[in-house]
Nanobody, 123 residues
Framework: QVQLGESGGGAVQAGGSLRLSCAASGSIFSINIMGWYRQAPGKQRELVATISNGGTTNYANSVKGRFTISRDNAKNSVYLQMNSLKPEDTAVYYC?????????????????WGQGTQVTVSS
């Protein structure tokens, strides 16, 4: 079906930057919304940012002005540039995509997740 592969996580000091990447692969017909979510220990998964295939973006208030989401439709990829990182940004970050995919000659709509990438920000 569809797989999402993430990269770019790591450890950084407060005030630093990281760039996350996610590429979708498989029997993809089209991709609508792509986004990033995060889950900190003991907390629920929360939305970080989303972007439509037309480029409309949406951000959590906690990351506005610091994070930038972008995508490359030709590469079925989404990116998250994270600047001015804070310790409270520490979490596992997950890529998400709403994908129309092909199977047995039919089109299906599915919601897919990446495996997650750890981001750790130290003070």
């Amino acid at each position: 079906q569809v797989q999402l592969g993430e990269s770019g996580g790591g450890a950084v000091q407060a005030g630093g930057s990281l760039r996350l990447s996610c590429a979708a692969s498989g029997s993809i017909f089209s991709i609508n919304i792509m986004g990033w979510y995060r889950q900190a220990p003991g907390k629920q998964r929360e939305l970080v940012a989303t972007i439509s295939n037309g480029g409309t973006t949406n951000y959590a208030n906690s990351v506005k002005g610091r994070f930038t989401i972008s995508r490359d439709n030709a590469k079925n990829s989404v990116y998250l540039q994270m600047n001015s990182l804070k310790p409270e940004d520490t979490a596992v970050y997950y890529c998400n995509a709403a994908v129309t995919y092909l199977s047995d000659g039919h089109r299906y709509l599915g919601n897919f997740w990446g495996q997650g990438t750890q981001v750790t920000v130290s003070s």
